[in-house]
C-alpha cells in the first residue's frame, strides 16, 4: 500500500483535510482515525497529530490501549505493552550508527551489532520530552518524568527523572503511592 502511495495526487480539499487530520485536529476520533491509517487500528491505539511512527522492523509490537502524543518520535525494533501513555514531543528510537574509522565518521544506517531494542513496560507513563536509548527496558508501570533522558533499562514501579535518567523514586503497587527518595539518596 506504501508504494501505491507514491503516485497519488491530492485536490486542494483532499489536501487540507489531510493536512488537518496530520497536524491540526486532536480529539480521540481523529488520533483512531491515525492509529488506523498506520495499521494500528482496533487495539485502542490513539495517535495525535504530529507523531510519527516508523517500524521498519518486523519485531515491532503494539499492544491495546496506548496513547502516542503530539510528535513523539517512534522507530525500529520497539515493543510497546499495553495500557501506555507516550506524551508529546517523546523520542523512542531504537537504534544506533557506528563509528568507522576507515572514513573518520559515523555510517549513515543503522548498526546492529548488539540488542538495541526498546520495550516500554504495561501501564508505563512517559511524559512530555522523554527520549529512550536503543537497547532500554522500561519496567512494568514507570512514571518517567518530563525531559528524562533514559540510556539503561528500568525496575518495575519506578519513577524515573534527570539526564541521565535516574531513580528518584518508586511507586506502590497496592496503592498507587508515590515514595520518593530522599536527596541522600538520589
Known amino acids: 500500500m506504501m508504494n501505491d502511495l507514491k503516485h497519488l495526487t491530492f485536490s486542494d480539499e483532499e489536501y487540507a483535510a489531510y493536512v488537518r487530520l496530520t497536524s491540526m485536529s486532536d480529539n480521540k476520533e481523529d488520533d483512531s482515525r491515525r492509529a488506523e491509517m498506520l495499521g494500528l487500528g482496533g487495539k485502542d491505539i490513539l495517535v495525535a497529530p504530529g507523531a510519527i511512527i516508523r517500524v521498519p522492523d518486523a519485531r515491532t509490537r503494539f499492544g ?3 496513547f502516542i502524543g503530539l510528535y513523539a518520535y517512534i522507530n525500529g525494533n520497539v515493543t510497546i505493552e499495553d495500557h501506555v501513555l507516550i506524551g508529546p514531543h517523546c523520542s523512542i528510537a531504537a537504534g544506533n550508527h557506528k563509528f568507522d574509522p576507515a572514513t573518520g565518521y559515523f555510517s549513515a544506517r543503522t ?3 548488539y540488542n538495541n531494542a526498546i520495550v516500554i513496560g504495561f501501564g508505563s507513563w512517559l511524559a512530555s520530552n522523554v ?4 537497547g532500554v527496558a522500561i ?3 514507570n512514571l518517567v ?3 528524562a533522558v533514559v540510556t539503561h533499562s528500568t525496575p518495575d514501579y519506578a519513577i524515573m ?3 541521565p535518567a535516574q531513580q528518584v523514586g518508586s511507586i506502590d503497587p497496592q496503592t498507587g503511592a508515590y515514595h520518593w ?3 541522600e539518596k538520589a
Not at 527520549?131 to 536503543?134: C, F, G, K, P, R
Open 139 to 141: 519496567g512494568r508501570a
Open 131 to 134: 527520549t529512550v536509548t536503543a
Open 181 to 183: 527518595f530522599s536527596k
Open 64 to 66: 491495546v490501549d496506548i
Open 145 to 147: 518524568c518530563a525531559g
Open 111 to 113: 548498526e546492529g551489532d
Open 161 to 163: 527523572a534527570g539526564v
